[in-house]
């Protein structure tokens, strides 16, 4: 009696069959088929392959964070997953470059059966979006109606709940609120680093006023600058100013995170602060490519349809230069570059603290 090998053939596997049968062209239909419609399916149609992988990533790395206790080995998984999740970013960036091939005239030549189509009905884009933090009061709206409007039953509800739930922001930030560095046995971070600010901006001044170079205006100018440099540093620095500007809208990251933000930044050369460092590299990263996939968008659109309304009812490009800024969604990680100080003023750790941030084996 001979056995069957039960093999699972490539075209079957990959259901190949369903995803190559799914460009189903308007413009054909209509009796006057438009070759550019081809392409601006299968673009499309890409974009939404990769935001279910990019969904898959964050979703994963979101249910890491939202234990307790996060085992430093997961920490490193959390830095490939979303490693991954930009160079996917950097891919869909690029694709903007094949779509460009195709011309204005191309593309009106089968843009009117697109109506009410539009690429803001992407669901799978804006779970994304309102996963990595961008919930309803930080959008820019258009139209008067909440984004979610263009959805209905199941894919609404989702959204729904997705606004209720902790973002990959929140739950950044409550991780970085348990790190217990910033209150070491015989080292207090902010005093010390506080110091080192002021010893540093104390010597540019005095290397000002004695430059033999500089005239008296340039001179008043430059300490002018740096006196305003101070005062973004004791915003930050103090709590109660700090808490001051949340409230006014004026920053979003809880004090205690941003400090320990910052001295993962300062530190990163600490071996068990390496990861750390590199995972909120990878968020700010993330923050500029989705930017600048907005930003690309908008010079497509500029180049394709000019002042012309969006299919979904937009203002076009002038709706999508509006989110390009307002839609980052990590920027006091990326401001934490405002706060660092060269390594010759950092703060020497003493060696206990050193051994607790470092690999140690002892016999």
């Not at 080995?73 to 903007?96: A, Y």
């Not at 809208?249 to 930044?265: C, D, Q, R, V």
Request: glycine share 4%; with cysteine; aromatic share 10%.
């Amino acid at each position: 009696m001979s056995e069957k090998t039960v093999s699972v053939h490539y075209i079957n596997y990959l259901q190949l069959d369903k995803v190559l049968d799914a460009q189903e062209l308007i413009s054909k239909k209509e009796g006057n088929a438009a070759h550019e419609e081809m392409l601006f399916i299968i673009i499309h149609q890409t974009y939404e392959l990769w935001f279910k992988q990019m969904l898959h990533e964050i979703d994963s790395v979101m249910d890491l964070f939202r234990k307790d206790k996060i085992d430093e080995s997961n920490v490193g998984i959390v830095v490939r997953r979303m490693d991954r999740v930009n160079k996917i970013m950097t891919t869909l960036v690029g694709q903007l470059d094949i779509l460009e091939t195709m011309t204005s005239l191309d593309f009106l030549d089968f843009r009117h059966h697109l109506s009410p189509a539009s690429g803001f009905q992407s669901h799978q884009f804006r779970k994304l979006e309102v996963m990595l933090g961008l919930k309803i009061e930080k959008r820019h709206q258009f139209g008067g109606c909440p984004y979610h409007s263009q959805f209905e039953g199941e894919k609404k509800a989702e959204i729904l709940h997705l606004e209720e739930s902790d973002s990959l922001f929140t739950l950044v930030e409550k991780w970085l609120e348990r790190i217990p560095f910033l209150n070491m046995e015989g080292f207090d971070f902010t005093q010390k680093y506080e110091q080192a600010v002021n010893k540093m901006l104390k010597k540019e001044i005095s290397s000002i006023q004695n430059s033999p170079l500089l005239t008296e205006e340039d001179k008043a100018l430059r300490i002018r600058m740096i006196d305003e440099n101070r005062k973004y540093f004791e915003r930050v620095l103090d709590e109660n100013v700090h808490n001051e500007a949340i409230k006014n809208g004026e920053t979003t990251l809880s004090y205690k995170a941003t400090m320990s933000a910052l001295l993962i930044n300062l530190y990163r050369d600490q071996p068990i602060l390496h990861l750390p460092y590199q995972f909120l590299r990878s968020l700010v990263e993330l923050d500029h490519k989705i930017a600048t996939w907005r930003f690309r968008h908008v010079q497509m659109v500029e180049k394709m349809l000019g002042q012309k309304i969006g299919t979904g009812g937009s203002s076009g490009q002038e709706y999508l230069k509006q989110t390009v800024d307002k839609h980052k969604l990590f920027t006091d990680l990326a401001n934490i570059s405002t706060l660092m100080i060269s390594r010759s003023y950092l703060p020497e750790l003493p060696k206990n603290i050193k051994d607790t941030l470092g690999f140690n084996y002892k016999k």
